[in-house]
Protein backbone atom coordinates (compact mmCIF):
# COMPACT_ATOMS: atom_id res chain seq x y z
CA UNK A 1 0.00 0.00 0.00
CA UNK A 2 1.40 3.04 -1.04
CA UNK A 3 0.61 6.07 1.17
CA UNK A 4 1.52 9.69 0.93
CA UNK A 5 1.88 11.61 3.54
CA UNK A 6 2.17 15.80 4.27
CA UNK A 7 3.75 17.77 6.80
CA UNK A 8 4.02 21.55 7.45
CA UNK A 9 2.38 24.04 6.86
CA UNK A 10 0.87 26.42 9.42
CA UNK A 11 0.42 29.90 9.84
CA UNK A 12 2.59 32.69 7.84
CA UNK A 13 2.30 36.64 7.75
CA UNK A 14 1.61 38.00 4.11
CA UNK A 15 5.56 38.12 2.50
CA UNK A 16 6.67 35.89 5.27
CA UNK A 17 7.62 31.70 4.03
CA UNK A 18 6.36 28.07 4.76
CA UNK A 19 7.48 25.10 3.68
CA UNK A 20 5.46 21.70 3.19
CA UNK A 21 6.69 18.25 2.83
CA UNK A 22 5.48 15.49 1.34
CA UNK A 23 7.00 12.11 1.66
CA UNK A 24 5.70 9.08 -0.26
CA UNK A 25 5.81 4.97 1.00
CA UNK A 26 5.50 1.47 -0.74
CA UNK A 27 6.41 -1.56 0.08
CA UNK A 28 8.58 -1.59 -3.37
CA UNK A 29 10.90 1.18 -4.70
CA UNK A 30 9.32 3.06 -7.69
CA UNK A 31 9.58 6.07 -9.04
CA UNK A 32 6.73 8.81 -8.76
CA UNK A 33 6.25 12.09 -10.47
CA UNK A 34 5.14 14.35 -7.39
CA UNK A 35 3.24 17.11 -7.63
CA UNK A 36 1.75 20.30 -5.15
CA UNK A 37 -2.13 21.08 -5.42
CA UNK A 38 -4.21 23.63 -3.14
CA UNK A 39 -8.40 23.62 -3.12
CA UNK A 40 -9.63 26.60 -0.75
CA UNK A 41 -13.76 26.00 -0.23
CA UNK A 42 -15.99 25.78 -3.24
CA UNK A 43 -12.56 25.81 -5.71
CA UNK A 44 -11.60 23.07 -7.73
CA UNK A 45 -8.05 21.64 -6.56
CA UNK A 46 -5.53 23.55 -8.94
CA UNK A 47 -2.06 22.31 -9.30
CA UNK A 48 0.37 24.53 -7.57
CA UNK A 49 3.59 22.67 -8.79
CA UNK A 50 4.88 19.54 -9.56
CA UNK A 51 8.63 17.71 -10.58
CA UNK A 52 9.45 14.48 -12.10
CA UNK A 53 10.72 11.70 -10.44
CA UNK A 54 14.65 12.31 -11.35
CA UNK A 55 14.18 16.23 -9.98
CA UNK A 56 15.39 17.45 -13.39
CA UNK A 57 12.05 19.01 -14.20
CA UNK A 58 9.57 21.08 -12.57
CA UNK A 59 6.58 23.24 -13.21
CA UNK A 60 4.53 25.88 -11.55
CA UNK A 61 1.23 27.76 -12.08
CA UNK A 62 1.27 31.54 -12.65
CA UNK A 63 -0.03 32.24 -9.85
CA UNK A 64 3.02 31.10 -7.96
CA UNK A 65 6.06 31.08 -10.33
CA UNK A 66 8.96 32.94 -9.41
CA UNK A 67 7.53 32.59 -5.41
CA UNK A 68 7.25 29.18 -4.52
CA UNK A 69 10.22 26.48 -5.56
CA UNK A 70 9.82 22.45 -5.50
CA UNK A 71 13.06 20.00 -4.54
CA UNK A 72 12.97 16.91 -4.09
CA UNK A 73 15.10 13.62 -2.88
CA UNK A 74 14.67 11.34 -5.20
CA UNK A 75 15.82 8.38 -3.54
CA UNK A 76 13.69 8.75 -0.54
CA UNK A 77 10.43 10.17 -2.81
CA UNK A 78 10.30 13.19 -0.53
CA UNK A 79 9.51 16.80 -1.95
CA UNK A 80 9.56 19.90 -0.66
CA UNK A 81 6.77 22.62 -1.32
CA UNK A 82 8.87 26.23 -0.62
CA UNK A 83 6.54 29.19 -0.18
CA UNK A 84 8.16 32.69 -0.19
CA UNK A 85 6.31 35.80 -0.28
CA UNK A 86 3.44 34.56 0.49
CA UNK A 87 0.37 36.41 -0.40
CA UNK A 88 -3.23 35.77 1.40
CA UNK A 89 -4.87 34.21 -1.78
CA UNK A 90 -2.04 31.61 -1.42
CA UNK A 91 -4.12 30.51 2.34
CA UNK A 92 -5.86 26.79 1.02
CA UNK A 93 -5.43 23.38 2.08
CA UNK A 94 -2.57 22.36 0.16
CA UNK A 95 -2.36 18.49 -0.74
CA UNK A 96 0.85 16.02 -1.98
CA UNK A 97 -0.31 13.78 -4.96
CA UNK A 98 2.49 11.05 -5.82
CA UNK A 99 2.03 9.31 -9.32
CA UNK A 100 3.83 6.40 -10.65
CA UNK A 101 5.79 6.85 -13.19
CA UNK A 102 5.50 2.89 -14.86
CA UNK A 103 1.69 2.15 -13.89
CA UNK A 104 -0.05 5.71 -13.71
CA UNK A 105 -1.75 5.21 -10.24
CA UNK A 106 -1.91 7.84 -8.28
CA UNK A 107 -2.03 8.71 -4.87
CA UNK A 108 -3.33 11.96 -2.60
CA UNK A 109 -2.17 12.51 0.90
CA UNK A 110 -4.80 14.20 3.75
CA UNK A 111 -3.54 17.65 3.13
CA UNK A 112 -2.23 19.92 5.27
CA UNK A 113 -3.46 24.15 5.78
CA UNK A 114 -1.85 26.73 4.79
CA UNK A 115 -3.38 30.45 5.89
CA UNK A 116 -1.66 33.58 5.65
CA UNK A 117 -2.84 36.08 7.70
CA UNK A 118 -1.78 39.19 9.50
Known amino acids: QVTVVESGGGLAQPGGSLTVSCVVKGPTPRFYYIGWYRQTPGMQRELVAG????????TFSDAVKGRFTISRDGTQNTAQLQMNSLKPEDTAVYYC???????????WGQGTRVTVSS
Open 51 to 58: INSAGSKS
Open 97 to 107: KARDDWSGDER
